[in-house]
């Protein structure tokens, strides 16, 4: 059976996909799709099984990990690009979700 995912969260979705690095506040993204933000929190969760904010860490992470992999960028430049505010942040998260830091991740490769 195929998963139907509210065209609202797939609007948001989509907009994430290509805007991942810029700051996605939930209260913009409510309004882009006529929902007050507390109804969009609901929403999104309800759709993805989890929390707005740990989606887009998690696709920001994911871009960041596969930007480790395949480019030799300094990994300040890659947390920078992927929409961490600040290299000690993305170091922090990177390594509570992925449990290594990103040189460790780089270096076993």
């Not at 995912?5 to 989509?14: E, F, G, K």
């Not at 929403?43 to 309800?46: H, K, S, V, W």
């Not at 740990?54 to 994911?62: A, E, H, I, K, N």
């Given at each position: 059976p195929e998963v139907s995912?509210?065209?609202?969260?797939?609007?948001?979705?989509?907009h994430l996909a290509t805007h991942y690095s810029e700051p996605s506040p939930q209260a913009e993204l409510a309004r882009m799709i006529r929902l007050s933000p507390a109804s969009f929190s609901r929403?999104?969760?309800?759709a993805i099984g989890r929390t707005f904010k740990?989606?887009?860490?998690?696709?920001?992470?994911?871009v960041a990990c596969r930007q480790l992999l395949e480019t030799d960028e300094h990994i300040s430049q890659i947390a920078f690009a992927t929409g961490f505010e600040?290299?000690?942040s993305f170091n922090r998260i990177f390594r509570?979700?992925?449990g290594v830091t990103p040189g460790d991740f780089r270096r076993a490769r």
């Open positions: 995912v509210d065209p609202r969260i797939q609007r948001v979705l989509m929403l999104f969760r309800r740990s989606y887009v860490t998690d696709l920001r992470l994911s600040n290299l000690s509570l979700r992925r």
